[in-house]
């Protein structure tokens, strides 16, 4: 029987929200309960430079939640001296480090660990040392694969922005470019001994193809989870990806 691949929220955008606005509505921290009380397996905050949407009392706070509910904290990070000190601190289950420019929207492609070896490398070792796990988020790049190799991160987790952005604009060509590429990065990380987790612009009708790939063991999900609870509430958004992974792997949901 095929592995039940697991489910990560991300809870950012339900900070960018309330920061829309000030003030503590909509809370976070409530939003990630509500989503593990709905059958997610961790939950994922991104703490970017200029806290434009989760900030340093979220992030501790979410800590504690996922620490008395006992799931997963996955703290994404930016490779700085700042990020590292408070992952250091905070000791998550795991930090996944990613690529940050200020002006950007979102994470705009996978980090440079292949141009970026010894920072990456000490960053991974650090964390390592203090007992969090690292992930690395990498486009599905052969170099970039054999890099994380190199440095022995225990996690990659794959940029899936391309592939879904190719599928929602119509360019199927693109898009099976795009799955065969991640199917080859699965398969190579895997080999190497390296776990496979994937996310960005994963929607439902992009999931499928994603979850079906047998490496990958855990997908990572929030902006289009959290816009689709405005419509149809936070269970029932998780609950419909949730149905769609586990189809995708032959299972049926509990």
Do not use: W
Request: proline fraction near 3%; aromatic fraction near 4%.
């Amino acid at each position: 029987m095929s592995q039940r691949i697991r489910l990560g929220l991300n809870i950012d955008h339900i900070a960018t929200v309330r920061n829309a606005r000030g003030g503590h509505s909509p809370d976070p921290v409530r939003g990630a309960r509500l989503a593990i009380a709905a059958g997610v397996d961790g939950i994922t905050a991104h703490l970017r430079e200029d806290r434009r949407h989760v900030r340093d009392g979220d992030i501790t706070a979410l800590a504690n939640l996922c620490n008395e509910l006992n799931k997963p904290l996955n703290f994404e990070m930016a490779v700085t001296e700042e990020m590292l000190s408070l992952a250091e601190n905070l000791r998550p289950h795991a930090a996944c480090l990613v690529p940050e420019r200020r002006q950007e929207r979102t994470t705009e492609g996978g980090l440079d660990v292949a141009g970026r070896v010894d920072d990456i490398g000490l960053a991974v070792a650090r964390l390592t040392k203090a007992g969090v796990r690292s992930s690395l988020f990498i486009a599905t790049d052969p170099a970039q694969v054999s890099a994380a190799e190199a440095i022995k991160a225990p996690v990659v987790e794959f940029h899936t922005g391309a592939l879904c952005d190719a599928f929602r604009e119509g360019d199927m060509a693109l898009y099976e470019k795009e799955l065969k590429a991640l199917r080859l990065a699965a398969e190579m990380a895997h080999k190497a001994g390296i776990e496979v987790h994937a996310g960005h612009g994963i929607d439902y009708d992009t999931v499928t193809a994603i979850a079906q790939i047998p490496q990958v063991k855990e997908l990572n999900i929030g902006h289009f989870l959290i816009g689709e609870a405005i419509f149809t509430g936070l269970e029932t958004s998780i609950h419909k990806m949730r149905l769609l992974m586990d189809a995708a792997r032959g299972l049926t949901s509990r």
